[in-house]
């Protein structure tokens, strides 16, 4: 599994020729940050910055999907954890409440350390490919001694309290989506499928946002 990295601001294309997927997961985010997703029922609890975890189909004719996190910095900017992978990888791994999407909102979440949303870029390239590693059998029980597994270290990503976790109630959210048949609701190609996860994987928010007038197919 390859998990990459976006440190990028919203504005449209300078011009460059970004990868698809770029521009998919983008344009995506641009319309969260356009319908204010952050001004929600627990806005108050919630800082602006915590990660939204999402599902967004990779175009409307491959059974493909782009999963991660993101999270919406200061001054238009955001970070942008993701991988791709087949609708069947999806379902099943989304079955688990300890999903990749999970680590990589974990993984954010624990690298803003104030209300500036600085970031550790180092420490967090670190994580990810901790967490990629993780994903691949040879590396984490092959090539990597016991301290260095991705399994034995995830404890800290859930057990410290984070800037951004300050406020929220360990025991609050609720252990299930919104949306009947989730996973499997996911196929209808037509939604991007957004949410957000305390440190116990309990959901806090949720957005569906209707993506058929949305280019994701360039």
């Known amino acids: 599994m390859k998990i990459k990295i976006i440190f990028s601001g919203l504005g449209n294309s300078s011009?460059?020729?970004?990868?698809?997927?770029?521009?998919?997961i983008q344009r995506v985010i641009?319309?969260?940050?356009?319908?204010?997703?952050?001004?929600?029922?627990?806005?108050?609890?919630?800082s602006k910055h915590f990660p939204w975890c999402f599902v967004v189909?990779?175009?409307?004719?491959?059974?493909?999907?782009?999963?991660?996190?993101?999270?919406?910095?200061?001054?238009?900017?955001?970070?942008?954890?993701?991988?791709?992978?087949?609708?069947?990888?999806?379902?099943?791994?989304?079955s688990n409440i300890s999903n990749v999407i999970f680590w990589c909102s974990r993984i954010i979440a624990?690298?803003?350390?104030?209300?500036?949303?600085?970031?550790?870029?180092?420490?967090?390239?670190?994580?990810?490919?901790s967490l990629q590693r993780y994903y691949s059998p040879l590396w984490e029980s092959v090539l990597l001694k016991s301290q260095f597994q991705f399994k034995n270290n995830l404890d800290v990503l859930t057990s410290e309290t984070t800037y951004l976790d300050c406020n929220?109630?360990?025991?609050?959210?609720?252990?299930?989506?919104?949306?009947?048949?989730?996973?499997?609701?996911?196929?209808?190609?037509?939604?991007a499928w957004l949410w957000r996860l305390n440190r116990q994987g309990n959901i806090l928010d949720s957005v569906k946002i209707d993506i058929r007038n949305m280019d994701v197919s360039v």
């Not at 011009?15 to 998919?24: A, P």
Request: glycine share 4%.
């Open 57 to 94: 189909p990779a175009s409307t004719k491959k059974d493909a999907f782009y999963l991660g996190a993101f999270s919406l910095l200061d001054d238009g900017k955001c970070i942008v954890l993701y991988t791709k992978t087949s609708d069947k990888w999806m379902i099943k791994n989304l």
């Open 110 to 129: 624990f690298h803003i350390e104030n209300e500036n949303s600085v970031i550790d870029e180092k420490k967090l390239r670190s994580w990810v490919t």
């Open 168 to 191: 929220i109630n360990d025991n609050g959210g609720v252990s299930a989506m919104p949306w009947m048949n989730w996973p499997y609701c996911i196929k209808s190609f037509d939604s």
């Open 15 to 24: 011009g460059r020729k970004k990868r698809k997927s770029n521009h998919v």
């Open 30 to 46: 641009r319309q969260c940050s356009h319908l204010n997703i952050n001004h929600s029922l627990n806005s108050k609890v919630i």
